[in-house]
């Protein structure tokens, strides 16, 4: 039973990297087209949702499953419960893709403004905060997890001075309101991105070192609870 259950954990383990794979390129590809005003791409990132949407059902039954017929305990209920949780911070990021994908269509039937802040940096930075939480997944590295948590604080300082740009750029060109908003709305989209690759971060520290990390607190199980 129990080498039964380690061949079901690992092929867990395999799914997961591999909706990530394709979370990770569906974010390049939302990305890619608005920079080049893409709408062909855009909407295959749009239609492309109901496969991660399959996956991400298909990899919580597989876990509903193990716990059903193993009942596992310590560290393999960890993975399973991480598992879970980055299965369902994937899929949301997934969304995010579309909802970027979605305004690249909305500025492509507006007249074309300029944005008022770096896209392709923030974007850049995200990509990277979402690889390296999933490097640490592969490699249970938690100190790759770590690095994407503090890597955060940028996200979210970029997000604020996107927020001031954009206020004044909407009080400098009052017609271009519309576009501008949607400019905002991505980069809120971004920042929610990279929350979410602290999520993932975080339950990666979980499943390794046993910590929970929430709130700006560190909670730690022993390897048997």
Not at 12 to 29: C, D, Y
Not at 54 to 80: G, S, W, Y
Not at 165 to 184: C, F, N, Q, T
Request: aromatic letters at 4%; proline letters at 1%; hydrophobic letters at 45%.
């Amino acid at each position: 039973m129990a080498i039964l259950m380690q061949h079901e954990l690992d092929l867990l383990k395999r799914e997961l990297l591999t909706l990530g794979a394709e979370v990770e390129g569906r974010v390049k590809q939302a990305v890619q087209a608005l920079l080049t005003f893409d709408s062909k791409l855009a909407g295959q990132v749009r239609d492309g949702d109901a496969q991660i949407d399959n996956m991400e059902i298909e990899l919580e039954e597989e876990c509903l499953k193990i716990l059903a017929l193993h009942q596992p305990v310590a560290t393999d209920l960890r993975f399973i419960v991480s598992v879970l949780k980055i299965n369902n911070d994937l899929e949301r990021v997934a969304d995010f893709a579309v909802n970027i994908a979605d305004r690249t269509l909305d500025l492509d039937v507006t007249h074309k403004i300029d944005c008022p802040y770096d896209i392709a940096t923030m974007a850049k930075l995200v990509e990277n905060m979402l690889k390296i939480a999933l490097d640490s997944l592969v490699e249970r590295d938690s100190e790759l997890a770590h690095k994407t948590i503090q890597l955060d604080d940028d996200v979210d300082n970029m997000h604020r001075e996107n927020f001031s740009r954009v206020k004044e750029a909407i009080r400098s060109d009052p017609a271009s309101m519309d576009g501008l908003i949607y400019y905002l709305s991505i980069s809120r989209y971004l920042e929610r991105m990279g929350d979410l690759a602290t999520n993932i971060a975080e339950d990666v520290i979980y499943h390794i070192d046993g910590e929970i990390i929430r709130h700006g607190g560190i909670q730690r199980f022993s390897a048997g609870e």
